[in-house]
């Protein structure tokens, strides 16, 4: 069974562009979690979706946004981007809407912003 | 776990001996923990989890304890081997309404061949 799998796996972008990254779960997962991570500042929740909703939102900007679709899958996308928004973005699938079940995590996608 | 900025804690082993790592987490509403591994350059794999109505789980090589008295953590490998060096992190579900992770900072542990 693959895994968590996240596209593209490394980007660079210029500040004030936006960028979008996918996250395809694991086959079956409806729940998608997306996390930064950064060295100062660790693993930091973003959102987390099933089912196509929203279900949580972390302390991030609006300019932090994503959404998932009828087939699990799911993306983020990051406007008006900002030196700080380089970080390792990852994703994570859960099979069902049950929080106290396992989370898979994919590779990330490594964003540096210049 | 600990949701404070990034000191993070190093722990060095032989190789064969026994690792203890260790997580204090801050809700006592918390009924879900797994601890994941890092190595460079890759996402978080998932190596155990425990609820909070266990104390003790074991896996493949690794234990987890949960001693929710004093809100802490262990995992507990056997038999280290240079393949466990990596970047450990307990994470902990914040109760039932929670949907969403927090992480512990990370043990980063090196095993000394």
């Known amino acids: 069974k693959a895994g968590v799998t996240q596209t593209p796996r490394y980007l660079i972008k210029t500040r004030g562009q936006q960028v979008t990254l996918s996250c395809s779960p694991i086959?079956?997962?409806?729940?998608v979690s997306w996390y930064q991570q950064t060295p100062g500042q660790g693993l930091q929740f973003l959102f987390e979706y099933f089912s196509e909703t929203q279900r949580n939102k972390g302390n991030f900007p609006g300019r932090f946004s994503g959404r998932q679709f009828s087939n699990s899958r799911s993306e983020m996308n990051v406007s008006t981007l900002e030196l700080g928004d380089s970080a390792l973005y990852l994703c994570a699938s859960r099979r069902t809407g049950e929080t106290n079940t396992e989370a898979f995590f994919g590779q990330g996608t490594r964003l540096t912003v210049v | 776990g600990e949701s404070v900025g990034l000191h993070l804690p190093t722990l060095s082993v032989q190789e064969g001996d026994n690792s203890i790592i260790n997580c204090a987490y801050s809700?006592?509403?918390?009924?879900?923990f797994i601890w994941y591994k890092q190595e460079s350059g890759k996402g978080p794999q998932f190596i155990i989890d425990i609820r909070s109505n266990m104390d003790k789980r074991q896996g493949q090589r690794v234990t987890v304890l949960l001693n929710k008295t004093v809100k802490h953590l262990s995992l507990q490998i056997a038999a280290t081997q240079p393949g466990d060096s990596a970047v450990y992190f307990c994470?902990?579900?914040?109760?039932?309404?929670?949907?969403?992770?927090?992480f512990g900072s990370g043990t980063q542990l090196t095993v000394l061949p």
């Open positions: 086959s079956g997962h409806r729940s």
């Open positions: 994470a902990e579900n914040e109760g039932s309404s929670a949907r969403q992770l927090t």
């Open positions: 809700n006592s509403a918390s009924d879900y």
